[in-house]
């Protein structure tokens, strides 16, 4: 007896949906609500990578910031060809790379010497980092200039960014003082220092 044939079509695969692609473009509108899901999205897993790399929380939260607020300011760069997540590691992992370099060198001792042609020890030659009278004036003059583009915040944001890298407060003191929980302050710093950049851009006419 013959078989009869399924008529029916074999079903469709159902089409894989990059569940960041719509945030993104969002985002790229300007939208801070889509980019914020992002940001929950990512944070710990770029967290703890960061901290891995340089062993200490504080730099890791400060570092996860700036990763973040990096990624946001560069939106217009980002190519779907890649895994949006991709493309925030590798901005993450370059910011780390100049963090540690630059402190690397920050903390090199004056007093490490190495061996000159005839296997002598002599010290290393470290260029003094003292400021000139007119080094310190241009210094303290900028110094001034950023406070008053703070006072352009609003005060809850002014208020973070002061503790922080004024008094420079740790992210669990300043939640202390402020009566706030440890994420939201975190998540406010983020929203400051984006909005302080920004302020910077608009008036990078001043400096």
């Given at each position: 007896m013959e078989v009869e044939k399924n008529s029916n079509p074999a079903p469709t695969p159902p089409v894989k949906v990059n569940p960041d692609l719509d945030l993104v473009n969002k985002a790229k509108t300007g939208d801070q609500v889509a980019f914020g899901k992002l940001m929950a999205r990512y944070k710990e897993s770029v967290y703890y990578m960061i901290l891995k790399?340089?062993?200490?929380?504080?730099?890791?939260?400060?570092?996860?910031?700036?990763?973040?607020?990096?990624?946001?300011n560069n939106l217009a760069n980002y190519s779907?060809?890649?895994?949006?997540?991709?493309?925030?590691?590798?901005?993450?992992?370059?910011?780390?790379?100049?963090?540690?370099?630059?402190?690397k060198l920050q903390t090199t001792s004056i007093d490490q010497s190495t061996p000159n042609d005839e296997g002598e020890s002599v010290p290393i030659a470290v260029k003094d980092k003292s400021m000139t009278p007119e080094e310190r004036i241009i210094k303290d003059q900028r110094a001034i200039k950023i406070r008053e583009v703070i006072q352009e915040l609003s005060p809850k944001y002014k208020q973070?960014?002061?503790l922080r890298y004024f008094e420079e407060l740790s992210y669990e003191e300043i939640a202390e003082r402020c009566d706030l929980p440890l994420g939201t302050v975190k998540a406010q710093l983020f929203r400051a220092k984006d909005m302080l950049y920004n302020l910077m851009k608009s008036t990078k006419d001043r400096y």
């Open positions: 790399m340089v062993h200490n929380r504080d730099d890791a939260d400060d570092l996860t910031m700036v990763a973040f607020s990096k990624a946001f779907a060809d890649f895994a949006f997540s991709t493309w925030l590691f590798r901005i993450a992992t370059n910011n780390c790379i100049d963090f540690i370099r630059k402190k973070l960014i002061e």
